[in-house]
């Protein structure tokens, strides 16, 4: 596959998730403006910030006049989780010139990483297809904050349509094939188990950290304690 080819295939893949992200886009453009950001720094968060959970975050801290660095340290807590996708991406993408990595850096999201690790798992890595699957979220997540700004009270509240489920749909659909032995089956598991737990008992976001921590630990446990083939390395 050419290298166009590759990043089109990536932005056309990711189509899939674009009805569960715009109607979160123009939601947080009217957060944005209804906590005192103007529309060019509405659109400016989601051109460089580009993470909608930190982004509404922001924004409810911002009304609440917080100290900066407060809503920095909450943010990027927040955004912690992005750590591990990224470490998980580099695996596959690692001969990649440089500047392309720092663009799948600066663009991976939870639905684009999501897209792309299903690809790799089948066809192995391209650091296109990925920059393809991150630009295809990017522009409709722009988009859907400039139509938000412009609308402004006409957005309705997209949980309220049920339209939150899109994400975890998607998930689901993009992780069921993965599961393939029983090492992926227990390590799904025990994220479940872990991020519904921790969901329970602490606030905010640490179940997505907690869970994806804690389950790689145990898989990669479990991978070790698999015994070796004869003739492979150790």
Request: glycine content about 8%.
């Amino acid at each position: 596959m050419s290298r166009w080819s590759s990043i089109k295939q990536g932005f056309v893949d990711t189509i899939v998730v674009w009805p569960g992200v715009a109607p979160f886009g123009m939601a947080y453009a009217v957060s944005a403006l209804a906590a005192g950001l103007s529309i060019w720094e509405t659109l400016g968060m989601s051109l460089i910030v580009f993470a909608g959970a930190s982004q509404f975050t922001a924004v409810g801290l911002f009304a609440t006049g917080a100290h900066p660095l407060s809503i920095i340290a909450t943010t990027a807590i927040i955004n912690a989780r992005h750590l591990l996708l990224a470490a998980s991406t580099a695996s596959y993408i690692r001969t990649a010139p440089a500047w392309l990595r720092a663009l799948v850096a600066f663009q991976l999201t939870d639905e684009t990483y999501a897209v792309g690790v299903q690809r790799f798992a089948k066809q192995g890595g391209d650091a296109r297809y990925q920059f393809g699957s991150n630009l295809s979220l990017y522009v409709v997540w722009a988009a859907s904050t400039i139509i938000g700004s412009l609308l402004g009270a006409l957005i309705p509240d997209p949980v309220g349509l049920g339209l939150d489920l899109i994400f975890s749909l998607t998930f689901i659909a993009f992780t069921m094939p993965m599961v393939r032995d029983r090492i992926n089956l227990l390590v799904a598991i025990v994220a479940a188990v872990i991020a519904v737990a921790t969901a329970l008992v602490l606030p905010g976001s640490w179940y997505v950290l907690t869970a994806g921590l804690l389950a790689s630990a145990v898989g990669a446990w479990l991978a070790n304690r698999q015994p070796v083939a004869v003739g492979e390395p150790s």
